[in-house]
């Protein structure tokens, strides 16, 4: 045990020093048939005022990223992250180490071709992802290609000034703003006025987001020929953090949501009308075990059971950042304290095939469901499984 502490802390010294940077991976390859495009997109709503800024005519301006299927086998290889030298100077500030740690990511490519022709003979229906605070729009890649190699057109949407930097088309960049230390200047911890005055607006910011993006594609400003593969009739939405609240109160607000799904999300900033009565989709939780704020699964209890559908499958051993891709791109992830104990490819399949079950079920009508004992037996991982139905 000793000798473990000694390597480990080793290790950690000879990155934090700079000496090198941290090894990434390319993300894996999906399982399903479908070859991936991607491009991403700025909009801009012209209906609605910048919440995060105090400039009276600053419209609200998002960046997204569409990934789609295409029978395309060649072309340029999406990268993982755009505009790489700001995007690992802010990372690391984000979590106070070096940029150079993060070098490495810049070069990373994905599974995905670069604005490569929709696959025009089919529809596919649509998924809404929305990240977490600090996060960004390609943080859940791996699910996401997964989720488009099994035929369907995902759009992550990138929440200005929650994310950890948005660069827009003509250069300019909406900074992190979404600690509600921003508003304070100070550590004190805030009072439920503080939290609810802050904390709601910016929930309701992010949900209209993505109702605007709908709004968006059903209204045609959108590229052709993606929308006309898009599927309108049955549209899903899942969100990591405060992207998982995100997609809970856009559900209870949206009806044109239809499933929604939950990766470690924070429902603490769910309002407790939404927690007291439920959504109309179904909906599956999926995160660890344990929340250091004893209230966030408090509020998980009461919402899960206040549902027409729900499941709640609590996977023992992982931590918060284990629901998006971070275990995945680098082994280094574990040894800096950012990822649990689990084998990183098994964590990756049974993720996959309980959020692709889910959403075949509720978006493509199909019947069979995954059996979660069977999963969790054939990736040797522990879950706890609670299921509520009306």
């Known amino acids: 045990m000793k000798l473990y502490i000694h390597i480990f802390l080793a290790t950690i010294s000879f990155f934090l020093v700079g000496c090198i940077s941290i090894p990434f991976n390319n993300p ?16 801009i709503d012209l209906e609605r005022l910048e919440w995060f800024t105090e400039n009276p005519d600053d419209f609200r301006k998002i960046m997204i ?19 790489g030298d700001i995007r690992i100077k802010t990372l690391a500030e984000q979590f106070d180490y070096k940029p150079f740690l993060f070098k490495g990511l810049a070069e990373i490519e994905t599974n995905s071709f670069t604005k490569a022709k929709p696959n025009v003979n089919n529809k596919f229906p649509l998924i809404i992802f ?3 605070l600090g996060g960004n729009r390609t943080q859940n890649t791996v699910i996401v290609e997964e989720l488009v190699s099994h035929g369907y057109v995902v759009i992550a949407i990138e929440h200005a000034y929650d994310a950890n930097v948005s660069i827009f088309n003509n250069g300019e960049i909406a900074d992190y703003r979404s600690g509600i230390n921003y508003e304070r200047r100070n550590s004190e911890r805030p009072t439920p006025e503080e939290f609810w005055n802050f904390r709601l607006p ?61 990766l470690d999300g924070w429902i603490v900033v769910v309002p407790d009308n939404i927690i007291n009565n439920g959504i109309n989709q179904n909906f599956m939780y999926l995160g660890q075990e ?36 971070t275990p995945h791109m680098s082994s280094a992830a574990r040894l800096l304290k950012k990822s649990g104990k ?39 991982i522990s879950i706890i499984l609670e299921e509520y139905y009306d």
């Open 130 to 132: 929305s990240h977490g």
């Open 28 to 43: 894996p390859k999906p399982s399903g048939k479908s070859q991936i495009g991607t491009q991403s997109i700025e909009l």
């Open 65 to 83: 990223q569409v990934w789609y299927p295409t029978k395309d086998y060649q072309g340029q290889k999406e990268l993982y992250i755009d505009y």
């Open 290 to 325: 344990k929340w250091d704020e004893k209230l966030n699964y408090e509020k998980l209890d009461k919402f899960v059971k206040s549902n027409n559908s729900s499941s709640k499958i609590l996977i023992p051993g992982t931590t918060h950042y284990d629901y998006s891709d």
């Open 342 to 380: 689990l084998k990183s490819k098994n964590l990756k399949n049974i993720l996959n095939e309980l959020i692709i079950s889910f959403f075949d079920k509720n978006l493509k009508g199909k019947k069979e469901q995954a059996n979660y004992n069977e999963l969790a037996s054939k990736y040797e």
């Open 202 to 262: 910016q929930l309701q910011t992010r949900s209209k987001d993505v109702s605007f993006v709908l709004d968006q594609v059903q209204k045609g400003n959108f590229p052709k020929d993606i929308k006309e593969i898009m599927d309108l009739k049955n549209i899903g939405i899942f969100g990591h953090s405060f992207g998982g609240a995100t997609s809970i109160y856009t559900s209870y607000h949206d009806n044109r949501i239809d499933a929604c799904i939950n």
